[in-house]
């Protein structure tokens, strides 16, 4: 089954992009077609470290929206991945229900992924009451605990707001913390995730300790990612 997956979480430096980053290396690394898209216009890191897998999109347009969906129809095995910039859901919200995206989708066999990325403050987990109150039943609902951005979850796993989203079959996993050092040179030479792993002789290249913790990284993500309906 192919997915559609908006990553989410409508609040800035939560780390959707390195979860949408994340995702494309996972569909990668397991030979699974995808393609990408950027609607964050103020750094468009995801087009820039997945370059030929991510191209930007205007999400404030139908026009733009439609873009993301339209491939299904040529290329109905190939998944989406859109990387959402912060506070996106009221154009998206209403894009969905003027199209009846969710019974479209269901028509096709297509999963519809949203994924809501959190650090581990209050504004993220009242956040994700607010997604879950707009589409209901509808999506499946991925839910991120960054340890990239928090150390500490546990007003997410208390609120009333992850109750709501388990009621309605949420996944939640977490996402391992990337040592500061390792990622601070991936993100600063534009490095894919890959590359980071595999450049050994290169002028960008990582030591040989920082590969494994990477290697290490994206092993424990995508063990989590296998439990997922991607």
């Given at each position: 089954?192919?997915?559609?997956?908006?990553?989410?979480?409508?609040?800035?430096?939560?780390?959707?992009?390195?979860?949408?980053?994340?995702?494309?290396?996972?569909?990668?690394?397991?030979?699974?077609?995808?393609?990408?898209?950027?609607?964050?216009?103020?750094?468009?890191?995801?087009?820039?470290?997945?370059?030929?897998?991510?191209?930007?999109?205007?999400?404030?347009?139908?026009?733009?929206?439609?873009?993301?969906?339209?491939?299904?129809?040529?290329?109905?095995?190939?998944?989406?991945?859109?990387?959402?910039?912060?506070?996106?859901?009221?154009?998206?919200?209403?894009?969905?229900?003027?199209?009846?995206?969710?019974?479209?989708?269901?028509?096709?066999?297509v999963a519809v992924n949203f994924w809501?990325?959190?650090?581990?403050?209050?504004d993220s987990t009242d956040l994700l009451?607010?997604?879950?109150?707009?589409?209901?039943?509808?999506?499946?609902?991925?839910?991120?605990?960054?340890?990239?951005?928090?150390?500490?979850?546990?007003?997410?796993?208390?609120?009333?707001?992850?109750?709501?989203?388990?009621?309605?079959?949420?996944?939640?996993?977490?996402?391992?913390?990337?040592?500061?050092?390792?990622?601070?040179?991936?993100?600063?030479?534009?490095?894919?995730?890959?590359?980071?792993?595999?450049?050994?002789?290169?002028?960008?290249?990582?030591g040989l300790l920082e590969r494994q913790?990477?290697?290490?990284?994206?092993?424990?993500?995508?063990?989590?990612?296998?439990?997922?309906?991607?």
């Amino acid at each position: 089954m192919p997915s559609l997956n908006f990553i989410g979480g409508e609040k800035g430096g939560v780390g959707k992009s390195v979860t949408a980053r994340l995702l494309a290396q996972y569909f990668i690394d397991r030979s699974k077609p995808f393609v990408g898209f950027d609607t964050d216009r103020s750094h468009s890191s995801f087009t820039r470290f997945y370059e030929g897998f991510a191209s930007p999109v205007v999400v404030d347009s139908y026009e733009g929206l439609d873009t993301v969906v339209n491939g299904f129809e040529t290329h109905p095995q190939q998944s989406v991945i859109v990387d959402l910039a912060a506070q996106t859901l009221a154009p998206l919200a209403r894009w969905i229900k003027d199209s009846e995206l969710f019974d479209v989708f269901a028509g096709l066999g297509v999963a519809v992924n949203f994924w809501h990325v959190l650090d581990d403050g209050k504004d993220s987990t009242d956040l994700l009451g607010t997604l879950v109150d707009t589409f209901g039943n509808r999506p499946n609902y991925i839910v991120v605990q960054n340890y990239g951005r928090g150390n500490d979850f546990a007003l997410l796993l208390g609120s009333q707001s992850l109750s709501k989203a388990t009621a309605h079959g949420a996944r939640v996993i977490a996402l391992p913390r990337l040592h500061d050092a390792s990622m601070r040179k991936i993100d600063a030479r534009n490095t894919s995730f890959w590359k980071a792993v595999n450049d050994r002789e290169g002028p960008n290249a990582l030591g040989l300790l920082e590969r494994q913790r990477v290697k290490s990284w994206l092993q424990t993500s995508y063990a989590a990612f296998d439990t997922l309906p991607l």
